[in-house]
Structures are given as C-alpha cells and as structure tokens.
C-alpha cells in the first residue's frame, strides 16, 4: 500500500493527467480515489451514507443512522475520474449529477458541505 505522503501526490498527478487530455494511471487514479475517499471518511465521520467509487473504493460516512443489513438507504455512486474531479471542485455536484456522472439516492446524500477535499 502506498504511504499517505505518495497518496496525495497521487491526486494532483491523477488531475495533471486530465488536465493534459491523458487517461491516468490506473494505479495512480486508484490511489487519488482512495486518498479522496480517506478524507472524506475523516471529514464527515459517521455511517449513514455509503459512497461508492467502484472498482476501487467504498466507504460509509456522514454522521446520523446507521446502515446495517441490506440495500443502504443512502448512496453515491461514481466513476474514479468523476469521483477525482468532484471531490477536488474542478466538477460540480450538481452538474455531475444533472450529466448522469454521478448517483446520488437517499435523503443524506447531499455531501457538498465536505467539498471540495484535499488529498
């Protein structure tokens, strides 16, 4: 596992490569998605929410009910680029939702108030 010092510099390496018109890394995008998910988890503690960026992370967070059996009540779903842009600002919430790019179901969902976040 890469250290949270070579995690970090994943996102911005992650975000240079989209802004060169690249596709990046997989390991690299994989690594800027679970360095983003890690903040978020840090920010808004908590499991009433599950925030999915498949194939490479899945967290619950935000304070409130908790989720324990079945289909969460509460999810976000992404793509890892979708995720990257989001979570960093460079995408808002709401076009990414108005464009399909992301999922959001559930009353929580809203997680604005904890972007943008830094890797």
């Known amino acids: 596992m890469?250290?949270?010092?070579?995690?970090?510099?994943?996102?911005?390496e992650a975000l240079d490569a989209l802004d060169r018109g690249v596709e990046p890394d997989r390991?690299?995008?994989?690594?800027?998605?679970?360095a983003l998910?890690?903040?978020l988890s840090r920010r808004a503690p908590g499991r009433s929410v599950e925030v999915r960026v498949?194939?490479?992370?899945?967290?619950?967070?935000?304070?409130g009910p908790r989720h324990t059996r079945g289909t969460p009540p509460n999810v976000v779903e992404t793509d890892p680029k979708?995720?990257?842009?989001?979570?960093?600002?460079?995408l808002g919430w709401d076009d990414a939702?108005?464009?399909?790019?992301?999922?959001?179901?559930?009353?929580?969902?809203?997680?604005?108030?904890?972007?943008?976040?830094?890797?």
């Open 2 to 12: 890469s250290s949270p010092h070579n995690k970090s510099e994943s996102v911005a």
């Open 27 to 34: 390991m690299v995008l994989r690594d800027a998605v679970r």
């Open 37 to 39: 998910l890690t903040e």
């Open 54 to 63: 498949p194939p490479f992370g899945a967290i619950q967070c935000v304070p």
């Open 82 to 90: 979708t995720w990257l842009l989001v979570a960093t600002g460079r």
């Open 97 to 119: 939702l108005r464009d399909g790019r992301l999922r959001a179901s559930g009353i929580r969902t809203d997680i604005t108030e904890y972007l943008p976040l830094s890797g």
